[in-house]
């Protein structure tokens, strides 16, 4: 039977941070004193607190992002509307069924053609995105690989 695991919800904003840092370095101080341990305590917390800085400008950028892909669906949605009024109105104007026959075959065509192009752009706007929010992340790891990498080669 598994124990049960206890839930902690995360210090809610930056002043709660700074606090509960400060005080863990002021005990810190008061037993080891201001000796390297303290700097090592420093060196952490300004680590810590770009990894938290890494992430808002990852939700930033996400949020941004989504907000930009939202835009591009609604203005392609009225677009689409915008076409099938166009056809159905060029369709009702045929007056034999070969003009009927030639006029679907193009809009076909156009539909299609339409489709490939806003499709790609899509898929490039959604690659940018991820790379945007992708960054500071990847930033901050190979920030850490090089901390963890320098006992290693000392």
Do not use: H
Request: charged fraction near 20%; include cysteine; aromatic fraction near 6%.
């Amino acid at each position: 039977m598994n124990a049960p695991v206890r839930k902690t919800s995360a210090p809610k904003n930056p002043e709660m941070i700074e606090s509960t840092f400060s005080a863990a370095k002021d005990a810190m101080e008061s037993v080891f004193g201001a000796t390297a341990m303290t700097k090592a305590f420093e060196n952490a917390f300004a680590f810590g607190r770009a990894n938290l800085d890494a992430t808002a400008q990852a939700g930033g950028a996400l949020m941004a992002g989504t907000q930009e892909i939202n835009q591009v669906w609604f203005a392609l949605a009225q677009e689409t509307v915008n076409d099938g009024v166009a056809a159905l109105r060029r369709l009702t104007a045929c007056r034999s069924t070969p003009e009927l026959i030639a006029a679907q075959s193009e809009l076909t065509q156009a539909s299609y053609a339409k489709f490939a192009s806003k499709g790609r752009a899509l898929t490039d706007l959604t690659t940018k995105i991820a790379e945007d929010v992708s960054a500071p992340v990847v930033a901050r790891a190979n920030a850490a690989l090089n901390v963890l990498a320098k006992p290693i080669a000392a």
